[in-house]
């Protein structure tokens, strides 16, 4: 496998036998897992990558890539497989990828959603997350997102009314404009969904909420709130047996040092909190986070913003119980939700704010949309308007943007660099986890049959080896071990078999100064043993997050 195929985004079946062929073309590098099952018994696949004959995936400091937590969101799934495919065919002939692949660990997850992804990408129908009836298990009453002139696309209606708040710009037939506030005397539309109203009574039209409420990413624990608080959240934290999953993988997998999760659109860089503002933060994390934010922005072109300060849905309202805020808060990893993709950015337009042109934005705006349509993509990304009979609300217009190929997900000929661009990002921050190393071991003869050991130990990760000062907060990292294995031969006079040493320090502490407070980032450890014959002693160090190393000195008589 050669390249990787930019031609379509993959379905369930699809996606697990590209992992399968991944796994069995390079299975000293691929490790598969199943980490649960979705709502309809869909196994969801987790893909670990690490050169498996240097030690341990679970010795080794590890990084978090997921994508699809959101079911239409489809352009994360592919940019976590292209991920996948990039750096294990990059083995061992790229310096960079073999160090990562030698010396760290990679958890994939390309998707999470994948029993509402599967209806997303097999039928007309968008949803948020998982096919689960939620909050209500039967259909409500209302206007219904269908397809109802079996065209495979379900779109928009404009229907003429005199209380219409929309009517036809003068520049191009395709395009709404609104009407001006004091306007009278012209050709008036109402917008609506395309779509079927169930128990409609002639008069009454009301749209109705989705049957498939569920959000994952408003079902994690940090400051969760219920359905009346926040939409989606779900029955209560990780009531979902995908968010579940992931939760009970992180629980038992304790080396991981960051995140990044894979979403769309808006072609931005978010970070935590959702909930608070960077007051709240750390002042040492904030400023690391910030630096990170500007490797992102370097490789991928996205600004990174707090989504509390610059990326909430209304002035008033915050978001509750989102992965990367839990991801930060409970265990103090660093991470971001990657909003991949926007076509008004493609289109030329700049966005003074991200959420504040999605609800309001110049007519201007959609001209440059139209154009780059007619240009880029050849005109398939606008349906014209067509008549159409509706059952029940008689004569309309059916047409619009194709969201699913246009807004949520990248064009696929757009697919390439942008997969390429976010790679890049994700390889860097991997290779930032704290990375453990013994750097000396001495054997000192004192007399006879008397040794001194010393053991030198050093963190070579730019992050310490707790991460951040969010994790020490919570005592979410275990200090680092230290075992002296004896053989039967050899006995202990001073030191310690077992011990805990202080965390140590990464270059991170020393981003935003000249010249380092010592060396934090290494530490030496002493014993003095006896030993009548020539042998060896083994010492391991073991880092939560940075790894488990071994040292051996050797015992000359």
């Excluded at 992965?323 to 930060?328: A, E, N, Q, S």
């Excluded at 308007?385 to 509706?390: A, I, K, N, R, V």
């Amino acid at each position: 496998m050669t390249s990787f195929d930019f031609s379509h985004y993959y379905t369930y079946q699809e996606l697990v036998d590209y992992l399968h062929h991944i796994e069995k073309t390079y299975p000293q590098l691929v490790e598969l897992k199943v980490i649960g099952q979705s709502y309809a018994q869909r196994d969801i696949w987790l893909a670990i990558l690490t050169n498996k004959n240097i030690r341990n995936y679970l010795e080794k400091p590890a990084y978090w890539i997921d994508a699809n937590t959101h079911a239409g969101e489809i352009t994360g799934s592919a940019v976590a497989s292209y991920i996948i495919h990039h750096v294990v065919t990059g083995y061992p002939q790229d310096t960079q990828l073999t160090r990562l692949l030698d010396d760290y660990t990679l958890y994939v997850l390309p998707r999470l959603a994948v029993d509402g992804a599967e209806k997303y990408l097999t039928s007309p129908h968008r949803l948020r997350s998982s096919i689960r009836p939620y909050p209500y298990q039967q259909e409500q009453d209302g206007l219904h997102r269908q397809d109802i002139n079996g065209d495979g696309l379900i779109l928009d209606m404009r229907i003429k009314d005199d209380c219409g708040a929309w009517k036809i710009s003068e520049q191009d037939s395709r395009l709404m404009v609104r009407r001006e506030p004091e306007e009278f005397g012209g050709d008036y539309y109402t917008l609506l969904p395309e779509g079927e109203i169930y128990n409609y009574d002639g008069y009454s039209v009301k749209l109705a909420p989705p049957v498939e409420g569920m959000d994952f990413n408003r079902n994690y624990p940090h400051l969760w709130a219920p359905e009346g608080t926040q939409k989606g959240a779900g029955d209560f934290p990780f009531s979902e047996p995908e968010t579940r999953a992931e939760a009970e993988f992180w629980q038992k997998h304790r080396n991981i040092n960051g995140f990044i999760s894979y979403h769309t659109y808006s072609a931005v860089i978010l970070r935590p909190y959702s909930t608070h503002p960077d007051e709240d933060f750390p002042v040492k994390d904030l400023e690391i986070y910030k630096l990170l934010g500007e490797k992102g922005k370097y490789f991928t072109g996205y600004e990174c913003v707090s989504v509390y300060h610059d990326f909430r849905y209304h002035p008033k309202d915050v978001t509750y119980g989102v992965m990367d805020d839990y991801g930060y808060d409970h265990f103090g990893w660093f991470g971001f939700t990657i909003e991949l993709w926007d076509a008004a950015t493609e289109a030329g337009i700049q966005k003074d704010n991200y959420v504040e042109w999605n609800r309001w934005h110049p007519p201007e705006d959609e001209l440059k949309l139209l154009q780059w349509n007619d240009q880029k993509l050849e005109g398939k990304g606008f349906i014209d308007w067509q008549p159409f009979d509706h059952p029940q609300l008689g004569k309309v217009e059916i047409g619009g943007w194709d969201y699913k190929k246009v807004w949520q997900n990248a064009p696929i000929e757009y697919l390439p660099d942008l997969c390429k661009k976010q790679c890049d990002f994700a390889i860097s921050l991997a290779l930032m986890c704290s990375r453990l190393a013994i750097s000396r071991t001495d054997v000192i003869h004192v007399e006879g049959d008397i040794y001194h050991l010393v053991l030198e130990v050093e963190n070579q990760g730019f992050l310490p080896t707790y991460t951040s000062e969010k994790a020490l907060e919570r005592k979410s990292v275990r200090p680092i071990e230290v075992t002296l294995s004896l053989p039967d031969e050899v006995s202990l006079i001073s030191g310690k078999l077992e011990q805990e040493i202080d965390h140590l320090e990464g270059r991170s502490n020393k981003a935003f100064s000249w010249l380092a407070k010592g060396n934090d980032y290494r530490r030496h450890l002493e014993w003095v043993v006896k030993s009548s014959i020539s042998t060896e002693v083994e010492v391991t160090v073991c880092s939560e997050r940075g790894g488990t190393v071994k040292g051996c000195f050797s015992l000359k008589q």
